[in-house]
């Protein structure tokens, strides 16, 4: 069975690149430009993963994971945070989240679907 990813991102030419990165894996990749999408499709689609940028047009990601941590149906899907900001109050508020982990952007397109199905691994 493949793993399914969604990936929640606003920036068009990054949602691309990993999609296209994630599906070359074999990847079933969902999509979403903003965070209150994610959490639907999230809630919906019960994906494997969730690979979600910090920065998002109508709440940071932060936020819609603390979201997701508090639902049943989403509360222990591994959350990656893929983001070029790495601020240290950013960092913070990843590190406080369960069951989550960060890549920096830009990101490396020879091993990020690599990096991204450990975390997987991990939750199993």
Do not use: H, Y
Not at 44 to 70: F, H, N
Request: charged share 30%; hydrophobic share 40%; aromatic share 4%.
């Amino acid at each position: 069975m493949r793993n399914r990813a969604l990936i929640v991102d606003d920036n068009g030419n990054n949602l691309m690149l990993e999609k296209d990165l994630l599906e070359v894996a074999g990847f079933e990749v969902f999509t979403a430009q903003d965070a209150s999408s994610g959490i639907a499709i999230a809630r919906k689609e019960k994906p494997d993963i969730i690979i979600m940028d910090v920065r998002l047009p109508d709440m940071r990601g932060s936020e819609a994971a603390m979201i997701l941590r508090q639902d049943k149906e989403t509360s222990d899907v591994p959350i990656v945070f893929v983001t070029a900001s790495v601020l240290a109050e950013d960092r913070e508020d990843i590190r406080s989240i369960t069951n989550s982990g960060f890549i920096g952007k830009p990101i490396n397109t020879r091993t990020f679907a690599k990096e991204i199905s450990k975390f997987i691994t991990q939750k199993r």
